[in-house]
Each structure stands twice: as structure tokens, then as C-alpha cells.
């Protein structure tokens, strides 16, 4: 029993031992199986007027080349063929993908899709294919755009020069601009400022006491009902005057 043990765990740790450096072949060349459902047209380095694939499934990879992580390899589902190789420039985009996806060039109505681009999941770019200069012009005049362009051979990739060709089938310099993510930069509108009363600055309490009592008390002086009369007054005076002379006689009495 122990020794069945011994040789299912030995068994479970040498598969895991095989599919680990399965796992990072596919992460370095990033090996993607591709399902044509109608065919389809690439670039053929040999061929101007390109390769059709035909329905089916197919392998789709970088070339083991450390120098130019841009060539592309498409091979048979059983990658014991190799059907063509492909000159790419990166493509970035935005925001990568948790899938792989391919885009398509428009072409001329009853030909095949031209495959334009392919981005591996998780990447921030893909690889944009690079045509012959007549399939490039035909794909042009369709799409109404500049395309990818090569009169180079599959033996001089490393150092091929690409540049693009307008639907006028004239070669341009290629633009690196139009293969960078676009930024959409939305125009925010600036607010217009608050308006805003400006405090007035605070004043010293002994000031702010005058500024608020003394027009009071000078208000209270002014208001004064004049209402009074002075006859109290005289006689307060008189009963002062009279209370005064009986004082006096009663002491001019007792010095008698």
C-alpha cells in the first residue's frame, strides 16, 4: 500500500514537472491555437499575392528569435508544418484582454478577410502583420487606409525595412503614431469661480463695545421726554427751608 502511495506521488510530481516548462514555452512564444471559420488571407514572404487559409485549426506563434520578438510563425494544428512566416510591428492598445484576439483588414467584396493584427491575452500590445507591397495596395484601395508594407524576404527580416502604402498604391514613410494606444483626453469643463463676499475683518472687542453702545447712550440723551415739571422741585425746596428755620429756633431757644 505504501509503495502505491510512494509511486502515485512520484507519478503526480513528474507531470507537473513536464507541464511546467510546457507552460513557459507558450508564455515566451506565446502560442495561440487560431479557428479559421471561413478563410482567410496572411502575409507570404514569397508570394505576393499572400496565403489562404483555408477553414480549420491552426498554431500561431513567435519565432525562437531573442533579437525580434516580431516574427510571426503560423504552422499546421499538428506544428509539423510550417505554412508561413510573418514580419509584424507591435501594435499597442489601451487595455489588454484576458483572451487572445485577431483583427481583420477590410478587403474587396467576395475576397478573403486580410488578418491584420494579433494580441496575446494579457498584453498591452499585439503584432500588427506586415503585407507584400501588391497585397499591401490591394488591402489599401479597399480599406481606404495606409497599410504595412515590406519588399523584404523571409532571410532578411532582422533588418527589413517597413514603411506603408496609401490606397493610391503610393509608399509612404510609416507613421509608429498610428500604432500607439489612443488617448482620449475628454475636455473637462472648468467651473467658474464662486463669488464669494470677502469677510470683513474682525475688530477689537473694545471697539466693536463703542461702535455699538455709544450711539445708544447718545440716542438716549437726545430722546429725553421733556414731560416734567419743576413744581416738585419747588417744593422740596420750600419743606428744605422750613424744616431749616425750625432748626434754628429751636437752638436759638435752648441758648436762652
Known amino acids: ?5 510512494a509511486f502515485t506521488l512520484a507519478s503526480c510530481l513528474g507531470l507537473l514537472t513536464l507541464l511546467v516548462p510546457t507552460a513557459n514555452a507558450d508564455t515566451w512564444n506565446k502560442k495561440t491555437i487560431l479557428t479559421v471559420n471561413e478563410a482567410i ?23 525562437d528569435s531573442p533579437s525580434n520578438r516580431h516574427i510571426v510563425q503560423i504552422f499546421n494544428e499538428g506544428e509539423n508544418h510550417l505554412i508561413t512566416t510573418i514580419l509584424a510591428i507591435p501594435n499597442y492598445r489601451l487595455e489588454p484582454t484576458g483572451d487572445s484576439k485577431f483583427t481583420f483588414w477590410e478587403t474587396p467584396a467576395g475576397q478573403p478577410k ?35 508594407m515590406t519588399e523584404a524576404g523571409q532571410e532578411s527580416f532582422s533588418k527589413a525595412e517597413v514603411a506603408s502604402v496609401d490606397k493610391t498604391g503610393t509608399k ?39 461702535q455699538n453702545r455709544m450711539p445708544v447712550e447718545q440716542s438716549a440723551h437726545r430722546e429725553l421726554p421733556a414731560t416734567a415739571s419743576p413744581m416738585p422741585l419747588f417744593g422740596l425746596i420750600g419743606l428744605g427751608g422750613l424744616s431749616g428755620a425750625f432748626l434754628v429756633r429751636s437752638i436759638a431757644n435752648r441758648l436762652k
Open 1 to 5: 500500500m505504501r509503495s502505491l502511495k
Open 41 to 63: 488571407s496572411v502575409p507570404a514572404p514569397h508570394q505576393k499575392a499572400g496565403m489562404i487559409l483555408k477553414p480549420g485549426k491552426y498554431v500561431i506563434k513567435l519565432a
Open 114 to 148: 486580410a488578418l491584420r493584427a494579433w494580441f496575446y491575452p494579457g498584453d498591452n500590445f499585439g503584432q500588427e502583420f506586415v503585407y507584400s507591397p501588391a497585397q499591401a495596395t490591394e488591402i489599401a484601395k479597399a480599406s481606404g487606409e495606409q497599410v504595412p
Open 172 to 210: 509612404r514613410e510609416l507613421d509608429r503614431k498610428t500604432y500607439q494606444p489612443e488617448q482620449k483626453t475628454a475636455q473637462l469643463q472648468q467651473p467658474k469661480p464662486e463669488v464669494r463676499e470677502q469677510p470683513q475683518a474682525a475688530q477689537p472687542q473694545q471697539e466693536l463695545y463703542a
